[in-house]
């Protein structure tokens, strides 16, 4: 199996900065895509930003200029800078990776993680 397991999640102030980071362990062979998304009370969950194998980013347009994701290969982990917060980005925000998980079948499947609360607020 795959886990991925978040954390840094919190309460913080609106304009303030938090740090999420997301670490897959389990059976991987290598890992092609990781994201982060979130879901607010009464909402879809959302895409927020990914970064593919090569490098590759991708934003919601809200987030763009604020957020910025990255993420260590040696490590497995995936991380969401998070600034300039507003009250509009309280969620809970999920982790997802796209995981090749052996050497013999080249297919890549998904993986969650069960969430951190991030909640901007006065």
């Known amino acids: 199996q795959v886990q991925l397991v978040e954390s840094g999640g919190g309460l913080v102030q609106p304009g303030g900065s938090l740090r999420l980071s997301c670490v897959a362990s389990?059976?991987?062979?290598?890992?092609?895509?990781l994201g982060w998304y979130r879901q607010a009370p009464g909402k879809q969950r959302e895409l927020v930003a990914t970064?593919?194998?090569?490098?590759?980013?991708d934003y919601e347009d809200s987030v763009k200029g604020r957020f910025t994701v990255s993420r260590d290969n040696a490590k497995n982990t995936v991380y969401l800078q998070m600034n300039s917060l507003n009250p509009e980005d309280t969620a809970v925000y999920y982790c997802?990776?796209?995981?090749?998980?052996?050497?013999?079948?080249?297919?890549?499947?998904?993986?969650w993680g069960r969430g951190t609360q991030v909640t901007v607020s006065t």
């Open positions: 970064v593919t194998s090569d490098g590759s980013t």
């Open positions: 389990g059976r991987i062979f290598s890992i092609y895509a």
């Open positions: 997802n990776a796209g995981v090749r998980r052996s050497m013999t079948y080249a297919g890549y499947l998904d993986y």
